[in-house]
Structures are given as structure tokens and as C-alpha cells.
T-cell receptor, first 113, second 115 residues
């Protein structure tokens, strides 16, 4: 069965600092991997996704993630945090495309001035 | 509408009562999903509708939960005889294109509180 582990329920960074949100997955077949973001009082939005091909995936708002099969990881990074990046981030895996996405428990990103 | 709409945004009910949660997907989206987000948990898949196919109900936690989708559009999630452990945010999502170009759009959710 597929599963996702997000390390750290909260991550705090200073504005301008590197953002690193960790995600490890378990899947019996080549997975589809996703990062979603949820801003306060808004629905989840897709940040980026990995399906096949290039392992470094670029998403919206300067975020990117790298699929590392050997490490079963799909960590999310951004070189320089902005105050507007404060939100909750969810990693997800699917073995069936977009059906039955399995989500992690989420990581709340806090950005201080 | 411009996005996935869910109503009500908040619902408080007494244990043992039935509740209905509504989802209006984006017009033209053929796929519709229900997820549940409990406190401290990830999003839990509940049910998936795709076009006229039989829904995938494999995520429904018990027979107190049911969902329907009328006319390939609006969906209603019904929870009968609610229990306190049903308290959670119920999220609806819809999408149009299957395959690698598919993209899920989520609603803002219904916060259900069972007293």
C-alpha cells in the first residue's frame, strides 16, 4: 500500500532563507507524486507534480521538488522564502494517476520577517 | 462558478443526527472526489465519481457514509447517525482531463463538528 511521511508538522524560516519541506513515500509501483498548498481559508492548490520524465519538477511561486527514487523522497524546496509562502503544504502519492491520492499529514510553513 | 463550491462551510450537529454535505464541482468536470481531513491526520480518500461509471466507494469508513452525484454534476455526501469521530473537514475536489494533464481543484471544505 502507498503511504506518505512528511517530517515536521511545523517548519519555521526567516524571510529570504531556504525553504525545505521533506516528503518520503512508499509505493509498490512507480508513483505519481504531488505537492499541494493550502493558504488560510482557501482550498488546496496544486503546486507541482511528478509523473514521468525529468526528476526535477518546477512548480508555481518558485517552488521545485526532486524525485529521488533511491531515497523514496520528493522534498519541496524554494531558494528564498517570502512572507506570502506561509501556508500548509501537503505531499501526496498515487499509484493510479489522480485517483485515490494518499496525502501526508501536512507541514505548516511559518515565515518570519 | 469559478471554482469548486462546498456548502455549508461549517456544520455543527448532535451525535446521532444525519447530515448532508454538498459539493458543486467546476462545470464540465467529469471526475469528483471526496476526502476527509481529521485533526492531525492527512487527507483520507473517501469516494470517487468518474462520468457515468460506478463510483469507487472503497474509502468510505462505514455504511453510515454514502454519496451520490446527480446528473454528473452536484454531489451530496450523507453521514447517518453521526458520531463524534466523524468530526473533520470534508473536502471535495473535481477534475476534467485524465492522465498526466489532469489537475485536481479543491473546494474550501465543510468543517463538521459532532457534539
Amino acid at each position: 500500500a502507498q503511504s506518505v511521511t512528511q517530517l515536521g508538522s511545523h517548519v519555521s524560516v526567516s524571510e529570504g532563507a531556504l525553504v525545505l519541506l521533506r516528503c518520503n513515500y512508499s509505493s509498490s509501483v512507480p508513483p505519481y507524486l504531488f505537492w499541494y498548498v493550502q493558504y488560510p481559508n482557501q482550498g488546496l492548490q496544486l503546486l507541482l507534480k511528478y509523473t514521468t520524465g525529468a526528476t526535477l519538477v518546477k512548480g508555481i511561486n518558485g517552488f521545485e521538488a526532486e524525485f529521488k527514487k533511491s531515497e523514496t523522497s520528493f522534498h519541496l524546496t524554494k531558494p528564498s522564502a517570502h512572507m506570502s509562502d506561509a501556508a500548509e503544504y501537503f505531499c501526496a502519492v498515487s499509484e493510479y494517476g489522480f485517483q485515490k491520492l494518499v496525502f501526508g499529514t501536512g507541514t505548516r510553513l511559518l515565515v518570519s520577517p | 462558478g469559478a471554482g469548486v463550491s462546498q456548502s455549508p462551510s461549517n456544520k455543527v450537529t448532535e451525535k446521532g443526527k444525519d447530515v448532508e454535505l454538498r459539493c458543486d464541482p467546476i462545470s464540465g468536470h467529469t471526475a469528483l472526489y471526496w476526502y476527509r481531513q481529521s485533526l492531525g491526520q492527512g487527507l483520507e480518500f473517501l469516494i470517487y465519481f468518474q462520468g457515468n461509471s460506478a463510483p469507487d466507494k472503497s474509502g468510505l469508513p462505514s455504511d453510515r457514509f454514502s454519496a451520490e452525484r446527480t446528473g454528473g454534476s452536484v454531489s451530496t455526501l450523507t453521514i447517518q447517525r453521526t458520531q463524534q469521530e466523524d468530526s473533520a473537514v470534508y473536502l471535495c475536489a473535481s477534475s476534467f482531463v485524465q492522465g498526466e494533464n489532469e489537475k485536481l481543484f479543491f473546494g474550501s471544505g465543510t468543517q463538521l463538528s459532532v457534539l
